[in-house]
């Protein structure tokens, strides 16, 4: 069994921002895959499902980002899940739009919600960290990450989050360089990248 999070905030106010990709991506995987209704439980909304032959559970924290690990932690515990077992999906600045990388472990990059998780179940779960490009200047990224993403942002976003969902089986079973991959070479086919962009860094 495996534990994928998506983070963001909870409520209608905050549904549409950069901060809560990562709850738009658990949304297409749960949609995409015939995942059960989301329903209440371990401070959050969850379902279930499954990916390639494994059990998955998707995770959305209900607690506000920056307390995300007493949710991921408390279903970790019920289902006797290690960090390596936990998949986190995250907005990430340091990633221009619509790029994504996965990692495991590694820093936090001042990313709260990554710091709560650490902070309750360690650092070794693997990160799916979703491009949001950055304002700039640091001083603008607090408000940056909490306002919607322009009407112009939205083809890239829903195509990211489906380019995800269509190839989440692949982190299922482990194969983070053909997921990374495969989203890629979605994007590039519906036009986001450039055709001589391997994706590599």
Request: glycine share 10%; charged share 25%; with cysteine.
């Amino acid at each position: 069994m495996l534990l994928f999070v998506g983070l963001g905030n909870p409520g209608a106010k905050y549904a549409r921002n950069r901060h809560n990709i990562g709850f738009m991506a658990v949304d297409e995987i749960a949609r995409r895959h015939g995942f059960s209704p989301w329903r209440r439980r371990f401070q959050g909304e969850a379902a279930e499902g499954v990916l390639e032959h494994e059990k998955v559970i998707l995770l959305k924290p209900t607690t506000y980002m920056n307390d995300s690990g007493r949710a991921v932690q408390e279903a970790a515990n019920f289902f006797k899940l290690a960090a390596s077992e936990v998949t986190v999906f995250q907005d990430e600045l340091e990633l221009p739009p619509a790029k994504v990388r996965v990692k495991v472990g590694g820093g936090i990059a001042g990313h709260n919600g990554l710091r709560s998780i650490s902070s309750h179940i360690g650092n070794d779960y693997r990160r799916v960290r979703l491009g949001i490009g950055h304002p700039g200047v640091k001083e603008l990224v607090h408000a940056y990450v909490l306002a919607d993403f322009a009407k112009d942002d939205g083809p890239w976003v829903t195509a990211l989050c489906e380019a995800v969902a269509d190839s989440a089986g692949q982190l299922a079973t482990g194969r983070d360089s053909t997921f990374q991959n495969k989203v890629h070479l979605a994007m590039q086919a519906k036009g986001f990248f450039e055709t001589d962009n391997d994706g590599s860094e």
